[in-house]
T-cell receptor, first 108, second 114 residues
Framework: QKEVEQDPGPLSVPEGAIVSLNCTYS??????FMWYRQYSRKGPELLMY????GNKEDGRFTAQVDKSSKYISLFIRDSQPSDSATYLC????????FGPGTSLSVIP | SAVISQKPSRDICQRGTSLTIQCQVD?????MFWYRQQPGQSLTLIAT?????????ESGFVIDKFPISRPNLTFSTLTVSNMSPEDSSIYLC???????????FGSGTRLTVV
């Protein structure tokens, strides 16, 4: 079993839709949970992070962690074409473990 | 957060040769990380490089294949040695400033071995 699993997509949605991206992880020792966004031919950039369980909101983005089910989610409201990218979830304890990423396309 | 300049951005190399990738950070950082990102797969940590000590390699990666230098707190290099087509991948450097989550990445080096 991989430590962090993520549906690779691709996911295609119309502009304005609500997007839900999800990951599961296997190690209950993980403490930090992150979402990175990676545009084509660019390095990943940190979008949001949370510590332990709970929700965190930043503009149109909401990150959610449920440690009891080892489930991580990212919600994007009012999605825009500029949100088209690959989204990588990641968790960390003593090192950072990345999921394989979900490719998202927002169609105008 | 730190800004990382990575070069080259891409290269096509002959099998059996070596390529050195450079990363320059705009501020002093304690830890730098080197990752490999294969198509459709997650980022895989190759090694952690601290200034003044030998790099720490993850399982499946060895120093003879991926020698790393860390001469100061703003610079690191990764060499991919004796390349084969299986080494074709994107290589990324990163720094976390010691935090568990605030990682910054370079723009990556897209390597093709022919």
């Amino acid at each position: 079993q991989k430590e962090v699993e993520q549906d690779p997509g691709p996911l295609s949605v119309p502009e304005g839709a609500i997007v839900s991206l999800n990951c599961t992880y296997s190690n209950s020792a993980f403490q930090y949970f992150m979402w990175y966004r990676q545009y084509s031919r660019k390095g990943p950039e940190l979008l949001m992070y949370t510590y332990s369980s709970g929700n965190k909101e930043d503009g149109r983005f909401t990150a959610q962690v449920d440690k009891s089910s080892k489930y991580i989610s990212l919600f994007i409201r009012d999605s825009q074409p500029s949100d088209s990218a690959t989204y990588l979830c990641a968790t960390s304890y003593d090192k950072v473990i990345f999921g394989p990423g979900t490719s998202l396309s927002v169609i105008p | 957060s730190a800004v990382i300049s990575q070069k080259p951005s891409r290269d096509i190399c002959q099998r059996g040769t070596s390529l050195t990738i450079q990363c320059q950070v705009d501020s002093q950082v304690t830890m730098m990380f080197w990752y490999r990102q294969q198509p459709g797969q997650s980022l895989t940590l190759i090694a952690t490089a601290n200034q003044g000590s030998e790099a720490t390699y993850e399982s499946g990666f060895v120093i003879d294949k991926f020698p790393i230098s860390r001469p100061n707190l703003t610079f690191s290099t990764l060499t991919v040695s004796n390349m084969s087509p299986e080494d074709s991948s994107i290589y990324l450097c990163s720094t976390g400033q010691g935090s568990n989550y605030g990682y910054t990445f370079g723009s990556g080096t897209r390597l093709t071995v022919v």
